[in-house]
């Protein structure tokens, strides 16, 4: 390997206990040798056995599936798992999504505000004419549809879109580009009975996708790429059409 | 089964606000380059302003005509205003929220977001001035009336003014409202949002270049040209009896 010394990482993190009656939001700086091919999961991971056992932050998968561990790098929301250190200056700031309830220091509840949502959207196939027969074929569907879905069932749910969002952080009970994603993709889906009317009701509305202000933060922080400039166009423009239809 | 009733207003305002916004902004596009017309010629300028009058429609000029079209764009920026002014933040804390947003995510297009909202501002006072004015004095549209009205009338700075937040509002207007309906996204967003970006830029730089010089030509008439005849302009080969 190269005889080049590697550079040496300076973290500042956001800390803060809400718990704790006697903590109080502060920075804490800690120092780490960069490693070839180093990810801010790993860093994160050197932190707290060498540095600071106390320090909270969430991971699953460490491989960009899970959506755990979303959070500020350098002010933007991305997944620290997927995040080389290579690509980042010698300083890097981490902090906690806005928005989210705050568990402590990095670690959010996101699982508890996505519930919200997929509650708020019913994000599932309502079907109110067959009852569910599971010995039955399911209905066919074209291919390209079915890429189409399965495209935006990538969401991980881990609320980078949310914290990229100046309009959420304006007006909280805005739906979002992951809320706007998850009723495009059941807009989509044949199999799902609900009308046009049905998902006016829901997202017809300034809380809705007549709220979007197209900052598109959403779509430039999303760590799975997803159409989300698109789909928030798509449901804009079936919004409006169901809007005129009667 | 019975249709559910829905609420239509929200979607009615969303497309009645990027309606509006549109006519606006492609109005700007024809206006600043009709406005232009000085560099080629005061004789050119003259007859923009005739054509508009309807001199070549009717024979006879109708200044009536810019009364009424001031009129028609002065409402729907009225109305574009009051649809926009929904969007603004309403708190000292909103405005917070979304300026550090905006910094800490070093944002470009939450960033052209503000500029929309500070050059929207500006234009619910000058934009207005320059429209009642449109209205109220038709007649006072030419090569030397209107170098007078930047010169004597101390209208340059306003006109400066407005020619900056009109032309970014318009084209970062259109930016927006191409991604926001997804008009032209192509099979890849991200290539055509690219591209409808550059456009954007290019034409805000090239819109405000050419609306400075126009500027530009105006002030030196108003500042060189003797007007002591009145500030009417004689043309030598079209001669027109006033309508009164």
Redesign the interface.
Known sequence: MSEEKNRVLTISILRFDPHDSDDFPHMESYEVEEAPGMTLFVVLNEIREHHDNSLKFDFVCRAGICGSCSM?VN??PTLACRTLTKKLDAHITLAPLPLFELIGDLSIYTGKWMRGLNERLETWIHDKSNELNVDALEERMEPALADEIYELDRCVECGCCVA?C?TI??RPDFVGAVGLNKVARYHLDPRDKR?D??Y??MI???D?V?G??????C???CPKDL?L??KI??M??M??K???K? | MR??E???I??????LQSATGLILALFIVGHILFEASILVSDEMMYRVTLMFEGYYFFGERYPGIISFLAAAIGSIFILHAGLAI??F?ASYR?YK??TE??K????E??YL?MVQVITGFMMFFIGSVHLYIMFSQPANIGPFASSSRVVDELMGPLYFMLLISVVSHAFIGLY?LA????FG?GVD?KKS?ARFKILMKSMIALYIIVGLFSLGKYTYIGFHHDFSDGVRYQSKTIVVGEHE
């Open positions: 500020l002010g933007k990229g100046g952080q304006m009308e009317e049905e006016y009701e017809g509305n300034e809705g007549f979007c202000m197209t900052l598109l933060g779509e430039d922080v159409p400039q698109s166009a798509y804009r423009r919004m409006l169901t809007s005129l009667n | 249709k559910k829905i609420n239509k929200p979607a009615r305002l969303d497309f929904r969007k933040p909103d929220t979304i947003h905006t800490r995510m070093k944002h297009d939450s977001w927006r991604l926001k309906w997804g996204e967003t949002r």
